[in-house]
């Protein structure tokens, strides 16, 4: 099964763009009548599905491989896993987390395969995936340096503090909803958020591009 994938436009919303709560309630119905369909059989139906989230699965796998290709891999085989287990979906959660579970998982296995901690931060590759903002020079070097010294501060993190971050930081998740895709209690994903973020400052302190007193 070969899922199409476009290339993901990874820009921050604004305001304006941001889903509103009824708008959020009619997605998540909407789904739900999608994965009903795609249950019986209908291509169409699972289509649509990847469509509206294959981006998010690709931004989502992008920040913890950083190699588009690897990323690519993996957001094909999220789709296919979540295809093939769609008997499997109680509803429970809203697809859209349930997806990104499956998403957290596969990153996991990958890096686990592979024996692989991060991939280095590339910053002609990531230009081709990140929006397009012009700097001045000097903006722009300074940039390239803090999103370098981002990057190998959370290489460094555990795969369950670096997923509480990209879930919350990255992907802009609530806690109810990061909970449910790392499969815990909302009391442990605000610790792991924590103990991610100091780690972080730690890092970044330790490179020079924070202050201690911050």
């Known amino acids: 099964m070969s899922i199409a994938l476009e290339t993901p436009v990874l820009c921050e919303i604004s305001e304006k763009e941001e889903q509103e709560p009824q708008e959020a309630v009619i997605a998540d119905s909407h789904d739900a009548e999608l994965v009903a369909r795609a249950r019986t059989g209908d291509p169409n ?111 460094k993190l555990s795969h369950k503090h670096r997923t509480a971050f990209i879930l919350r930081e990255f992907e802009g998740l609530s806690y109810e909803e990061m909970a449910q895709v790392m499969d815990c209690s909302i009391g442990t994903v605000m610790s792991r958020l924590h103990h991610a973020r100091k780690k972080l400052q730690r890092g970044l302190i330790q490179m020079g591009l924070m202050g201690a007193d911050r």
């Open 45 to 155: 139906a699972f289509e649509l599905l990847v469509r509206r989230y294959r981006n998010e699965v690709f931004a989502f796998s992008y920040h913890f491989l950083r190699n588009r290709e690897q990323a690519w891999d993996v957001s094909q085989e999220v789709f296919i896993k979540a295809h093939r287990a769609l008997t499997r979906f109680r509803g429970d959660a809203s697809f859209k987390t349930w997806l990104m579970r499956i998403t957290a998982n596969q990153c996991k296995d990958f890096l686990k395969k592979r024996r692989l901690q991060t991939v280095s931060f590339d910053d002609g590759r990531y230009a081709q995936d990140a929006p397009t903002h012009v700097l001045a020079p000097d903006r722009s070097l300074e940039a390239q340096e803090i999103g370098e010294a981002v990057e190998q501060a959370l290489a």
